[in-house]
């Protein structure tokens, strides 16, 4: 069954560094989204992205974010400079179509920044 | 805004049991995308149930089942013959305007053998 994957599982970085998370969407899916979970809260809407641009984005995605689809296959999600409280559990997702549509989930990438 | 309200932080059931979470949620939309997803201690965000909103009929899914109430504005999950891997975090979560998922607090689900 096609899935969602993620890389890398676990990120360990500096404050100020920037990092690079990667997200394969299912091969058909043409909608890709971004959430983070800061441990033991919800989840929360960072992104949505079709067509090769941010269809919707959330206050948390600053200036400090930027997502992109470099190739075919990859979607990234970028974070500048990083601070403390970008620890969370991202994950992405994706959809074949939008508006209501299922999402499925990719495993997550674990950030912490020290 | 959207807000989706899961009252239960934990819940326990016996292995072979019946256990009910609780959702509530709020719109004044009449048509919109309701699911359940779980979490296991992976923490992958893995798709359970969804319930179209406009159909009357409760979506099912082997043991797991909704009970929708429109009016009521409340998307519960039941969880028939519990087993051990039911073991989770489940979150509900709307879908109402666009594209964004919006989730509950969530609720631990532990299973007793």
């Known amino acids: 069954e096609p899935e969602v994957t993620q890389t890398p599982s676990h990120q360990v970085t500096q404050m100020g560094q920037e990092v690079i998370l990667r997200c394969v969407p299912i091969?058909?899916?043409?909608?890709f989204y971004w959430y983070r979970q800061i441990l033991g809260q919800k989840v929360e809407f960072l992104v949505s992205?079709?067509?090769?641009?941010?269809?919707?984005k959330s206050e948390i995605f600053d200036d400090q974010f930027s997502v992109e689809r470099p190739d075919g296959s990859n979607f990234t999600l970028k974070i500048r400079s990083t601070k403390l409280e970008d620890s969370a559990m991202y994950f992405c997702?994706?959809?074949?179509?939008?508006?209501?549509?299922?999402?499925?989930f990719g495993p997550g990438t674990r950030l912490l920044v020290l | 805004a959207q807000t989706v309200t899961q009252s239960q932080p934990e819940m326990s059931v016996q292995e072979a049991e019946t256990v009910t979470l609780s959702c509530t949620y709020d719109?004044?939309?009449?048509?919109?995308?309701l699911f359940w997803y779980k979490q296991p201690p992976s923490r992958q965000m893995i798709l359970v149930i969804r319930?179209?909103?406009?159909?009357?009929q409760n979506a099912t899914e082997n043991r797991f089942s909704v009970n929708f109430q429109k009016a009521a504005k409340s998307f519960s999950l039941k969880i028939s013959d519990s087993q051990l891997g039911d073991a989770a975090m489940y979150f509900c979560?709307?879908?109402?305007?666009?594209?964004?998922?919006?989730f509950g607090a969530g609720t631990i689900l532990r299973v007793k053998s």
């Open positions: 091969s058909n899916h043409l909608y």
């Open positions: 997702a994706s959809s074949e179509r939008a508006n209501q549509e299922t999402q499925y």
């Open positions: 719109t004044s939309e009449s048509d919109y995308y």
């Open positions: 319930q179209e909103a406009y159909k009357q």
């Open positions: 992205f079709y067509n090769n641009e941010i269809s919707e």
């Open positions: 979560a709307s879908l109402i305007y666009g594209n964004k998922l919006v």
